[in-house]
């Protein structure tokens, strides 16, 4: 009897203490793993006394399935793939942003994408970092000019030796990409030839994988070659194994950016606003752009003031103007045409 | 006076599991059409499901993976269970028991991670086949749906064992004494005597594992590679990719089917 | 060798039973941001990190409140309810039995998928009490079946004595039928709150910011190999070991005697 009295008081307290939080003022952020690095959200918590609260989601449409079913104000800050943007703004989801407040004049100029970043003329979200969509590999496992060459990076002299980073869009990029097919104009009626290229990358690959599991695929040996892969895969283990890299093939890539936004609604604009400005200032943008989960381009170039030679050399900083010219932006399908290239990613992962 | 002990938890049950099953089960034939959802009352979803070849063949593949799964748990885990109940000295019984079960306290989700660790090709599996020279290169086991079944036994074996070893030890010693006096030999009194009286049991055990097993997403996701999807899978991928509640809430009640089928 | 053949089988089944679990403590002490071979030499610093990763250890804090509560909530509901349909007879019990067992056939990807498209619809807010809520759910089936299947004669006859002797309907409970159950509804709550501390797909589905253990375990692969993941890991098994076998020890051994 009296265990039974004693666990039963132990959890009334255990959870009366679990909801007894400090009575800060507090920040909701829905986001991409990678601001959840305790690196880059201690120095603004501890600087404006708040707590900041996080939650990672894992596709544009849970996103904005859990936002739709939140009530105003349960969220502040939204972190969001660029070309998924006006997605959100027709949701009515994004609030206005006051971009004039931000340090824009100070972005690479190909990534401050206007276009993606507002509807109507009216800017609703910020870029605030961007990468490439493009071949990550094991130097010393691989021909290095194969993966120059994308009809190559997949063929069957790697049978077995490639993942598949598990995101349909960058991945049906790459495959327009190598048909010749600018990721801009793919239409339903390019979705036979896609489907091929996909069909022999993935009978050539060993399995079809998320961050985690490319990154320890490549870590463990399981497989040479992610396709689809980029710095942002392969930056966070470069300093321990320096084989590990990657590269954009003479054919180009996708590039991928993730831009951030105030939610409508918000009662806590102001403090989501001093969040953003944190977010793409130098600082901020080299916390994020070598944040744990996965590193990537800095939107603010001045940040490369703050980064260091090491790290930029593992971005290929100098090789920026190059790359933004080489490479395409993620294809940006209609809802329709959207279906079937996800219905074509499921065939085709299932063979 | 009775239903005044009965009530709060069959209200429970009801509010808090029948409730969402029949919303579910109304979900489904709503459809999304994009963002929006629209409840017109159609079988859209279950026509999805049967025409999509993804989507049929993830209830195939969950099946294979799931009756794989069982039989072998089965058949590795009795031996084990009849081992502790019968071999060890009774004072140690409950020490084997328990370290047989151990592992259970790891994270589940932990546990099929360190599997992908044991089973990379660079792993443990493969370093000790390699010097023991039974292979020359190393093979490929993560991944794949052998490392997805062998994270899945793994687990059951332990549970299995557990469930057997009950109810081996629950059987009167006399039947087997009996059997003995009657000049049975050992393997003739497992298959006639033992085996029957334990057979239900087993049955329930096995009945647990495929419930289990064929609604588990942790395990497919991390070991499976992702080349082949299971019903989980799939649900998940609904849910994550496109909201898409409607077909997630189908695929759901017809996983319930099979199982209810079982 | 016929007389070693069972030991035999049970090495290797243990062998078998703990290769991951070695492969999971050796590399939470790698020195090195990889927990892959080769293994560089002992280290503690990933166990330093993760005591000190307050998001992990509020987790943790927040697996053990939803374990007990729920399990609280679903012995005292479960016991109840055997307890109603053993000493009383209703019409339709067997129904009633039966959709308090139901949920125990369904998986709980389909719990949890239910029970969010009903709270979000109804406008609740995602928390450790929704994921509690559904843990709920998971193991009342499991107390009542538990509890149900220990009412016995005995136990039956020592009420009917106590209420003879002019106990009250409460009295009879709490100092007869309990005592005499306690072992099976320690059980259950001890098999609740197992299933609920590491139950993942209801926990990740039914909550926002405060998770629970595998949930926050899982956000953590999602975000970069590590060996932190090994050493939470093996501190876990740790703490379970070191119950387990307290249990083991002071509690079973003492109740032999």
Known sequence: MKCMRKILLSTISMVAVASNAAAKDELNALVWCDHTDPALIEPFETEHNVKVNLREYEGTGAALALLEQSRPGDWDVLVIDGIDVFRAVEAGILAPLAVDELPTADFFPEVVMAENNSVDGVTYAVTEKFGYNTVSYNSSKVDQSDMEDLSTIWSDKYNGRISIYDYYLPVMGLAAIAEGIPTAKIGSGDLDQIGDVLSIMRSNAASVAGVVAAQTALATGEVDIVVGGGEWLTAVLAGERPELTWTIPKEGAVRWAQSIGVVEGSKNSDLAMKFINYIVSPEGQARLATSSCFWGMPANAKAGDILTDDQKAVLRWNQQPDYLALTQLYPAPDADLDAEMQDLWLETLQQ | ?262 | MMRALPWIYLLVAFVFIYLPVAALVLFSFQSGTLPVPPFNGPSLQWYGEILSDDDLMAALRNSVAVAFGSSAAAVILGFFAAYGLARYVLPGSALIRGILIAPLTVSYLIVGLGLLIVLTRSGFVLSLLTAAIGHVVINLPLAFAIIYASMGSQQQNAERAARDLGAGEVQVIWLVTVPILLPSIAAAFFLSVTLSWDEFIIAFLLTRFDVSLPVEIWSLLRSGLSPRLNAIGSFVFLISITVVLFLEIFVFRRNRQ
């Open chain 2, 1 to 262: 006076m009775g239903w005044g002990f009965v009530a709060p938890a069959l209200l429970w049950t009801m509010a808090f599991f029948v409730l969402p099953f029949v919303v579910m089960g109304a979900m489904s034939l709503a459809t999304m059409k994009g963002r929006t959802l629209i409840w017109d009352l159609s079988l859209a979803n279950y026509l999805e499901l049967a025409e999509k070849a993804y989507l049929w063949r993830a209830i195939v593949v969950s099946l294979e993976i799931t009756l794989t799964v069982t039989l072998v748990s089965i058949i590795l885990a009795y031996p084990l269970a009849w081992i502790i109940a019968f071999r060890v000295p009774k004072h140690w019984q409950r020490l084997a028991l328990l370290l047989s079960i151990l592992p259970f306290w790891t994270s589940y989700v932990v546990r099929s991670y360190a599997w992908l660790l044991v089973l990379a090709r660079e792993g443990m599996v493969n370093n000790t086949l390699i010097s023991l020279g039974l292979i020359g290169n190393p093979i490929t086991i993560a991944n794949t749906r052998f490392a997805t079944v062998t994270g899945f036994v793994h687990f059951f074996v332990m549970l299995l064992t557990l469930t057997i070893y009950a109810n081996l030890v629950q059987l009167s010693p006399n039947y087997r004494r009996a059997a003995m006096d009657l000049g049975a030999t050992a393997l003739q009194t497992f298959r006639h005597v033992i085996l029957p009286l334990t057979l239900p049991g087993v049955v329930t055990g096995a009945f647990l594992t495929f419930v289990l097993c064929i609604g588990d997403y942790v395990t497919p996701q991390i070991l499976g590679g992702n080349t082949e999807l299971t019903v989980p899978q799939v649900i998940m991928v609904q849910l994550g990719r496109r909201a898409d509640f409607p077909l997630a809430s189908a695929l759901a009640l017809v996983l319930m089917g099979i199982v209810s089928l079982a």
